[in-house]
């Protein structure tokens, strides 16, 4: 006979909030990193080394909304559900539009995008510069962390056993005016995992740059972003001149240091990833979305 | 339907192996493969990914299932027209791929119905006579829209 296995499937969020403050749990909402990290073959369930906690179907957990400028996004809806709803900004549905297949899609989560820390996480480096940040929930209540804090390493999220990540907030993300982009170098077949992804946010007022960010994807452990680095463009004269756009792509140059892997090689990343930020800071056309 | 399999078993094991139902493939396990597509809920997705637990109450359809649609006549008439089918083994999830791009989006283009395929990997056909067969079954269908 198999072993025992402990799973748990409640029909509200509280009992299971009240279920994971108990005990450790492994959480599961698509499934689609969790089964194929601890696949175990054919006909054999998967070796999860934790009692299980589905929470896919919570429809506390897939609410999308608009709160003031803000966006919330219910952490359990699948990409297929962001692609179809209009609050979505483009940028976003542009970067989901580039993850694996239809199937896929039909079930991987936002929520389990972020929770797996993966360096090559598509929706990774456009939530960096959305500023997104999460609402934990547990039994005693609500913390909001800002992505960047709350991926620690590949796989490595500061989350306590007892929260669930259970909304993404992009801060005043419906405000007019800005302009973002995604962009991403792989292969393009369903195994479309990003050697380099890039994501870029300007806004322009009186010709001057208001506000501009940018972020890498796999590219290092985590994302790679240097408010110090934007900083520095804050004001300038827009479209930026070649001195300027020299100067900060001289800085990246400094701060990026990829890796070799079957993937791709890490020169071939560091030159792909300094072309990409030079052509968003050479852009003068800049459509606000 | 009712099982005593884990909770975390794969539905495409319950589906072969308890159920009986051998049309649903294994290729790759791992949700590349696409051999394994199956519909929950009328949204295609890969039974290799799928813990049981995580789907308890939902509809599933298989190739089985779809077989009694006049959905599957059109699209297996169009197959067989294009010569989209070789050594088959992809081929229930590649008709299941075809029949939920088509339920959603009647016309689609070429580039469409790549986009819609792409999780559906062929050893044999290089897919351009795939593509064909789908496009071919978008006209004979026009009827091809309604799921059951
Ligand atoms: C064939 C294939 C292709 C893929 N292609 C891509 C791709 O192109 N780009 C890409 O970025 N990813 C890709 N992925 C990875 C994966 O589909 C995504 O990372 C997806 O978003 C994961 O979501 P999920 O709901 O399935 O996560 P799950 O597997 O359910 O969970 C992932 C992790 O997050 C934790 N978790 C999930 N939700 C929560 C929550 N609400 N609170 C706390 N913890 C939580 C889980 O405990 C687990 O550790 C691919 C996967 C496969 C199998
Ligand atoms: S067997 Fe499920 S996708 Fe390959
Ligand atoms: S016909 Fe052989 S794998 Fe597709």
């Known amino acids: 006979m198999p072993e025992k296995i ?4 409640f029909d509200y969020l509280d009992e299971t909030l ?11 909402a698509g ?4 089964m194929v990290l601890h696949k175990s073959g054919r006909g054999v369930p998967p070796k999860i080394p934790k009692p299980v906690v589905f929470i896919d179907h919570l429809s506390e957990l897939k609410r999308v909304y608009q709160k003031d400028k803000d966006l919330h996004i219910g952490s359990c809806s699948t990409y297929g559900e962001l692609l179809e709803n209009p609050l979505i900004p483009i940028a976003l549905k542009n970067a989901i539009k580039t993850i694996a297949a239809p199937a896929i899609r039909n079930r991987g989560t936002l929520g ?14 456009l939530l960096y510069v959305y500023n997104a940040k999460l609402l934990l929930r547990s039994v005693n209540g609500d913390r909001v962390v800002a992505i960047s804090d709350f991926i620690q390493a590949p796989r490595r999220i500061g989350r306590n056993h007892n929260e669930i990540l259970a909304e993404i907030i992009l801060p005043s993300v419906l405000e ?5 982009v995604f962009e991403k170098i792989g292969n393009r077949n369903a195994d479309a995992i990003a050697k380099v992804s890039f994501a870029g946010y300007i806004r322009i007022s009186n010709e001057r740059i208001d506000d501009i960010r940018f972020a890498f994807g796999a590219v290092g452990p985590t994302m790679v972003r240097s408010i110090d680095i934007e900083k520095k463009l804050l004001g300038k004269p827009f479209p930026l001149s070649e001195t300027d756009i020299d100067s900060i792509v001289a800085d990246f140059d400094q701060i990026i ?9 890490a020169v071939y990343r560091k030159t792909v990833a300094l072309n990409l930020l030079r052509y968003f800071l050479n852009t003068s056309q800049y459509q606000p979305n | 339907m009712e099982t005593d399999a884990p909770p975390t078993a794969r539905l ?8 009986g139902l051998i049309g649903t493939k294994e290729g790759c396990g791992e949700g590349e493969c696409g051999a394994c597509s199956i519909f929950v809920n009328n949204s295609l997705q890969n039974s290799c990914l799928i813990p049981i637990g995580a789907i308890a109450g939902a509809e599933i359809q298989t190739i089985e299932g779809l077989m009694e649609t006049e959905q599957f ?3 297996d008439e169009s197959y067989s027209e294009c010569g989209g089918v070789q050594c088959g083994y992809c081929i229930p999830g590649m008709v299941m791929a075809s029949a939920a791009l088509l339920s959603e989006n009647p016309n689609p283009t070429d580039a469409e119905i790549r986009e819609g395929i792409s999780g559906n990997l062929c050893r044999c056909t290089g897919y351009n006579m795939i593509v064909d067969a789908v496009e071919l079954a978008a006209k004979k269908g026009e009827v091809v829209c309604q799921k059951k």
């Open chain 1, 18 to 28: 009240s279920q994971l403050n108990k005990e450790d749990c492994a959480i599961v």
């Open chain 2, 73 to 75: 006549k059109i699209l």
């Open chain 1, 31 to 34: 499934g689609t990193d969790v």
């Open chain 1, 176 to 180: 007019e005016g800005s302009h973002v």
């Open chain 2, 12 to 19: 495409l094991d319950l589906i072969r192996e308890e159920f």
């Open chain 1, 257 to 265: 240091r990829p890796i070799d892997d079957q993937r791709s090689t």
């Open chain 1, 6 to 9: 402990t799973a748990y499937r």
């Open chain 1, 112 to 125: 389990g995008n972020i929770c797996n820390a993966s360096p090559a996480g598509d929706t990774l480096p």
